[in-house]
C-alpha cells in the first residue's frame, strides 16, 4: 500500500470548468444503457450518425452466393471500407480476421434454406456465443404478412428479451416474400412492428413513392437493403435518396461485392453515406478507383 505521506493532494478539480456529459443523439437510443450504446457506436459513425453495413449473410440459405464462393478472397480485402459487417458465426469464426475491429452484426435467425418455406426460422444462434463472439448487434428475419409471421416475431422479441439482459440490440430485418407487396405501406407496417417490439434498429427496403413516411413512422434508425445487383450509379442512386428521405445507412451485399469492381464500389457509397455526395459525385469516384484498380 501507498505511504499517505508520499501522495500528493489533489488539486486539478477545474472548478471554473462545469462538467460536460456528451449527447448519444441516435433515433431511439436516448434511453438505452451504456453497454447498448457503445455497440451501436460500433455500428452507426458518431460523426454521421450513418453507417455502411457489408452484408455477406447470403450464404445461411443461398448457399455459395455468386461473389461470396472465397469470402477470404472476395470480402476480407473490403474490411477496411465498411463500418460494420453482416455475416453468420460460421464464416466469422473460419475466415473473417479478428483484428477487424469494427462492429459484427451477427445473423441469429435461420432454418429452412431456398428450397423450404423461409418464413419457418427459429432463433439460430445462443446468446452466450453471440456474447463470446463479441458481436455489436443480433440480426433476425422478421416475415410480417409471412406464413410463419408469429413465429418470426416472437423469435425476435426473444432476441430483444435476451439481447436487453446483455446489452445487445437486435437488428430486425423485414423480410418481403414474392407474395407481399413492396410499397410504403407495406414498409410502414412491417419497420414499426419491429420498432414497437424493441429492435433498436430496422433494415428494410428502399421504394420510390413514401419512403419518407416510413422513416418519419419509425422510432428507430432504418437502414436500407442493397436488394438484387443494379448498375452502380442506380445502385447509388437508391441510397442517396434512400439517405435524403431519413434512413440512416445502408446494408449492401449484392451491389457490393457483384460489382465489376467491389472496392470502389463500397469507397463510393461511403462517399453518399457519410459525404453527401450526389450519385453522380459518387459514380466519379467509383469510376476513378475502377481505373486505378490493380
Not at 443523439?25 to 447498448?36: A, C, K, Q, V
Not at 423485414?174 to 420498432?195: N, P, Q, S
Not at 442512386?237 to 472496392?263: C, K, T, W
Amino acid at each position: 500500500m501507498a505511504d499517505k505521506d508520499s501522495v500528493p493532494e489533489a488539486e486539478q478539480y477545474h472548478v471554473d470548468i462545469p462538467m460536460e456529459a456528451e449527447p448519444y443523439t441516435l433515433r431511439g437510443s436516448n434511453s438505452l444503457d451504456w453497454g447498448f450504446k457503445n455497440r451501436l457506436s460500433n455500428i452507426f459513425r458518431p460523426e454521421s450518425g450513418r453507417t455502411v453495413m457489408l452484408a455477406i449473410d447470403h450464404g445461411y440459405f443461398l448457399g455459395p452466393t455468386a461473389g461470396l464462393e472465397r469470402v477470404d478472397l472476395t470480402i476480407v480485402p473490403l474490411l477496411p471500407y465498411a463500418d460494420t459487417l453482416m455475416c453468420t458465426r460460421g464464416i466469422l469464426r473460419s475466415t473473417i480476421p479478428p483484428t477487424f475491429a469494427k462492429g459484427i452484426v451477427l445473423r441469429s435467425s435461420g432454418g429452412p434454406s431456398i428450397l423450404k418455406e423461409l418464413s419457418n426460422e427459429e432463433i439460430a444462434v445462443d446468446i452466450e456465443d453471440a456474447i463470446r463472439l463479441n458481436v455489436a448487434a443480433m440480426a433476425v428475419q422478421v416475415f410480417i404478412g409471412g406464413e410463419q409471421e408469429t413465429k418470426s416475431v416472437h423469435n425476435m422479441t426473444r432476441l430483444v428479451d435476451i439481447g436487453n439482459r446483455y446489452g445487445i440490440p437486435v437488428l430486425g430485418v423485414t423480410a418481403v416474400g414474392k407474395e407481399m407487396v413492396r410499397d410504403a405501406k407495406y414498409m410502414r407496417l412491417a419497420t414499426r412492428i419491429c420498432a414497437e417490439l424493441g429492435a433498436a434498429y430496422v433494415k428494410t427496403y428502399y421504394v420510390a413513392e413514401g419512403f419518407d413516411t416510413v422513416t418519419a413512422s419509425c422510432p428507430v434508425p432504418i437502414v436500407i437493403a442493397g436488394g438484387k445487383k443494379m448498375p452502380e450509379q442506380d445502385a447509388l442512386a437508391m441510397a442517396y435518396n434512400a439517405l435524403q428521405q431519413g434512413a440512416a445507412g445502408v446494408d449492401m451485399g449484392r451491389n457490393i461485392f457483384q460489382s465489376e469492381a467491389p472496392a470502389a464500389m463500397i469507397q463510393a457509397v461511403r462517399k453518399v453515406v457519410h459525404e453527401n455526395k450526389t450519385p453522380e459525385e459518387a459514380y466519379d469516384v467509383y469510376r476513378t478507383l475502377k481505373k486505378t484498380r490493380n
